[in-house]
């Protein structure tokens, strides 16, 4: 082929077809070679494997070969050939996996002494592998283990089977007293987890019955009404029944628990009122909110509260505008809580609602400190001192040395290397984050810039966006909020009278712009539409329904802004209400609304009952703000977006 193109063309534009056909040469070659090792391992040919780990050898991604070999029987392997990938990987984003994974399958096993050398080379765990990690540590001696953890002993919603693991492991620690045993004890209790609670009890003596907590269950009501009060056993079933009969009928509990409690000692009592307050707290998408469930925490002041009961306690507290209950359920959160952006925020909202000149003065202080950061407290508190928000520093450029060293960061080499050859997603993914994070340790924002500016220009925005938000000290707004379509969103969104600012803040949450985007519920496309919306939209604007049209942008943009638009007018013309609405659904979002008394819409957003929805609507408001001054609208205030909410009947 080349010879024949020699023939006729001069020999500078020989050499550039050359490197263009050698170039397209290589990443089929890397393309067929990674794809075929990696059937090779979901096949299971270890033999056919160890050829492409002798073929791939210098290649950026020549170490996945191995790493396949390594993973396909991971809990059987030596700690040592883990400890040799590492070392001939170091840092990188396989090596830290692979060791991350193999204690994990240690821990299963409870093999922690082949476990404890790994440990060193695990430097970015999830929650499952840090308490993997921490249950290694402890069986080598630490004794600073149960300190540290001190939130996963006393949690009791979801968590990782080896955090739970965790927390049976410490049952036999020396470290934690017979309050600690009784705070747990009755924790999950009120939870209703009844085998965790009887292995609790044992530590501390008591004796607690399987069948009993049985009976309790299936009757809770009945069991109150004649219950004996005169043993820590009988106190423990009281807390249990509570629970229950709060989980199944929360009236009842209200109108029995003060009845219950009498008689009892003050820290059972306590006890009672807690586990009224705790489930009321946790259901509320099935009981609503209740000013009673704030009342029962209240008076369970003094008794511990775990993490998770605390923030409940601050949740129902911000809800119903109770800024004393406020300050006392920031004041029981544990430290890393408490120096969280968003309890400093809360603290300061609370301690303004005071007459003193020194609260307020405190609150001052907050807000000014929260007021430097870029996040959605950090705008809310730039509000509370009057300051708008604008776009100037935010546009550093990355430098030419910093694209020059991109080309030669092996990390991001290999993530560019997946992308080209279109690998699995998880894959490219686990290696650009990688790369990332690898750059922000070295406060290295020059080399994010690149990356990020090479993403976007490649059409990559999701990872464009995941690269520019981890910057430090130099942002680019443009990378990290970028505008694609934006034709279309302008011209839709003002079609269907909303603004663009906040169709685009919905968008990047929704999609980060990919286009092929599907949720595993079926929502589709930049605006992630359920099939069911688009068909009912399409009706209402004239149309037939294409299944295939959700897939087409301008359509998906089409559909998507003037469904936003209608629910914006069902929901009080309210844009807080309504990306609640679009997340959740609009009558969830009618639900959630104050029904005596209208709040200020950051109580509103703190307080909605589902995780997702209520970081969802903070990342859209925030989202809004920032594109709001790139579609030339001026310095932004967080606020403009988040009126007050109003009842739930009000129009």
Not at 93 to 122: I, S
Not at 211 to 217: E, R, W
Not at 411 to 436: G, K, Q, S, T
Not at 624 to 646: D, E, V
């Amino acid at each position: 082929m080349l010879k024949q193109i020699f023939k006729k063309q001069n020999y500078a534009q020989l050499i550039a077809l050359s490197v263009a056909y050698l170039g397209s040469t290589t990443a089929y070659a890397l393309e067929q070679q990674f794809n075929d090792a990696m059937r090779a391992a979901n096949s299971g040919n270890t033999e056919l494997l160890q050829q492409y780990k002798v073929a791939m050898q210098n290649d950026a991604l020549g170490y996945y070969p191995e790493y396949w070999i390594l993973n396909q029987n991971l809990a059987n392997q030596p700690a040592s050939l883990i400890i040799n990938f590492a070392q001939r990987y170091p840092n990188s984003a396989m090596a830290e996996k692979l060791a991350a994974d193999y204690v994990e399958e240690k821990v299963k096993q409870a093999d922690f002494l082949t476990a404890q050398p790994v440990l060193q080379y695990v430097s970015n765990a999830d929650r499952a592998e840090t308490c993997a990690m921490a249950q290694v540590r402890a069986k080598s001696g630490d004794p600073l283990v149960y300190a540290e953890f001190k939130e996963v002993w006393l949690t009791t919603d979801s968590q990782p089977e080896s955090c739970t693991g965790l927390g049976r492991m410490m049952l036999s620690s020396p470290l934690l007293t017979a309050e600690d045993r009784q705070q747990r004890l009755w924790a999950q209790l009120r939870a209703g987890q009844s085998g965790q609670a009887i292995a609790t009890a044992q530590t501390i003596g008591q004796s607690l019955s399987l069948a009993q907590l049985n009976a309790i269950q299936s009757n809770p009501l009945q069991y109150l009404w004649t219950a004996p009060k005169a043993t820590t056993v009988d106190h423990a079933y009281l807390v249990y029944a509570m629970g229950r009969l709060a989980d199944s009928d929360l009236n009842s509990a209200f109108s029995i628990v003060k009845q219950t409690a009498a008689g009892t000692p003050d820290n059972v009592q306590k006890a009672l009122f807690r586990a009224v307050g705790y489930v009321g707290g946790t259901t509320v998408m099935k009981n609503n909110f209740n000013r009673e469930v704030l009342n029962y925490l209240d008076a369970s002041y003094g008794l511990a509260f775990s993490p998770e009961e605390a923030e409940i306690y601050a949740r129902q507290a911000i809800r119903f505008s109770a800024w004393e209950s406020l300050i006392r359920a920031i004041n029981v959160m544990n430290v890393n809580q408490q120096q969280e952006d968003r309890w400093q925020y809360w603290l300061a909202r609370a301690s303004e609602q005071r007459g003193d000149r020194s609260s307020k003065k405190a609150a001052e202080e907050i807000y000014k400190r929260l007021a430097s950061g870029g996040d959605y407290h950090n705008l809310l508190a730039r509000d509370r001192l009057g300051q708008l928000t604008s776009g100037s520093n935010s546009q550093a450029q990355p430098s030419a040395q910093a694209m020059q060293r991109l080309n030669q960061d092996i990390h991001f080499r290999r993530a560019f290397a997946l992308r080209e050859i279109d690998a699995p997603a998880a894959y490219i993914n686990r290696e650009w984050n990688w790369a990332v994070r690898q750059a922000y340790l070295k406060h290295d924002d020059d080399l994010i810039l690149a990356a990020a500016k090479r993403a976007l220009d490649m059409g990559w925005h999701d990872r464009a966006i995941y690269a520019a938000d981890r910057t430090t000290n130099k942002h680019n707004y443009n990378y990290r909020y970028p505008m694609p379509h934006q034709n279309y969103v302008v011209s839709h969104s003002q079609n269907a009278g909303i603004d663009p600012a906040w169709a685009y803040g919905l968008m990047r949450q929704e999609s980060r712009f990919n286009t092929g985007a599907r949720s595993h519920v079926g929502a589709g496309g930049l605006m992630q539409i359920m099939p069911d919306t688009a068909k009912l939209v399409a009706r209402k604007m004239g149309e037939s329904y294409n299944p295939a049209a959700l897939t087409d942008m301008n359509t998906n943009i089409r559909y998507g802004t003037y469904y936003l638009s209608t629910i914006q007018n069902q929901l009080s013309n309210s844009p807080v209400l309504a990306t609640a609405g679009y997340n959740a659904g609009p009558n969830r979002a009618r639900r959630w609304q104050p029904e005596y008394q209208a709040i200020a819409a950051d109580q509103y957003t703190e307080t909605i009952p589902l995780l997702e929805t209520r970081d969802y609507v903070k990342h859209v408001m925030t989202n809004a703000t920032y594109y709001g001054i790139l579609l030339g609208q001026g310095a932004q205030s967080i606020g403009k977006r988040m009126q007050q909410i109003p009842l739930r009947n009000a129009q």
